[in-house]
């Protein structure tokens, strides 16, 4: 029920866009997003629910699409603060009362 | 604003000795977890509980229990500490078991145990 996170790793220059994956072999009722920065606990972004619905956070957007069973997360124009490890969470039908399982995450690196 | 305590920060530990790690969050949320991460592995969910009085198991439960006497505190005791509990362990908590309710997590404790 772990969810798959792609790719493990990326690497960007400052200004550069990025798309993080993550894909679950489950139906899924919601999907959420969080960065963790290196020593410090996850940090929440957003919540995707099912319905196709896509949500912004500063230039950070998300999609949920139900029918492919994955949610995507696109950084646009990178900045340096979004530097972290990105881990997506989800919810799907066999979730008992609403617990998540996260991914193994997608570390992310900006360059200046 | 508090919201999600632990402690201790970090700890190191002698292998067979036992240990509790404290949770407190301020937020009067029903559902409380903990999970380990370990490189490469991702938050993995140790025990849960959806409201106080009641806990359940999650994926790696082997080696830790807890309790939920109020809802406030989550305590995780490791019986007898062994090498490869060696991890990054964070307490979270959700107001309850909607699929829309965001998931907070505490700062995490570090602890090795030698």
């Known amino acids: 029920q772990q969810p798959v996170q792609s790719p493990q790793a990326v690497i960007l220059r400052e200004g550069e866009d990025a798309v993080i994956n993550c894909s679950s072999s489950?139906?899924?009722?919601?999907v959420h997003w969080y960065r963790q920065k290196h020593g410090e606990a996850p940090v929440f972004l957003m919540i995707?629910?099912?319905?196709?619905e896509q949500k912004g956070h500063e230039k950070i957007s998300a999609s949920f699409n139900e029918k492919k069973q994955q949610s995507s997360l696109y950084l646009t124009a990178s900045q340096l603060s979004y530097s972290g490890t990105y881990f997506c969470?989800?919810?799907?039908?066999?979730?008992?009362?609403?617990?998540?399982?996260f991914g193994r995450g997608t570390q992310l690196t900006v360059w200046p | 604003t508090a919201g999600i305590t632990q402690a201790p920060t970090s700890q190191i530990l002698a292998a067979g000795r036992s240990m509790t790690l404290r949770c407190t969050q301020d937020m009067r949320h029903n559902a409380m977890y903990w999970y380990r991460q370990d490189l490469g592995l991702g938050l993995r969910l140790i025990h849960y509980?959806?409201?106080?009085?009641?806990?359940g198991k999650g994926e790696v439960p082997d080696g830790y229990s807890v309790s939920r006497a109020n809802t406030d505190d989550f305590p995780l005791t490791l019986a007898s500490a062994v090498p490869s509990q060696t991890s990054v362990y964070f307490c979270?908590?959700?107001?309850?078991?909607?699929?829309?309710?965001?998931?907070?997590f505490g700062p995490g404790t570090r602890l090795t145990v030698l």
């Open positions: 995707l629910l099912k319905g196709g």
């Open positions: 969470g989800t919810a799907d039908r066999g979730s008992t009362l609403g617990r998540l399982y």
């Open positions: 979270a908590s959700r107001a309850g078991g909607q699929v829309t309710d965001t998931q907070y």
């Open positions: 509980s959806n409201t106080a009085g009641t806990t």
């Open positions: 489950k139906a899924l009722y919601s």
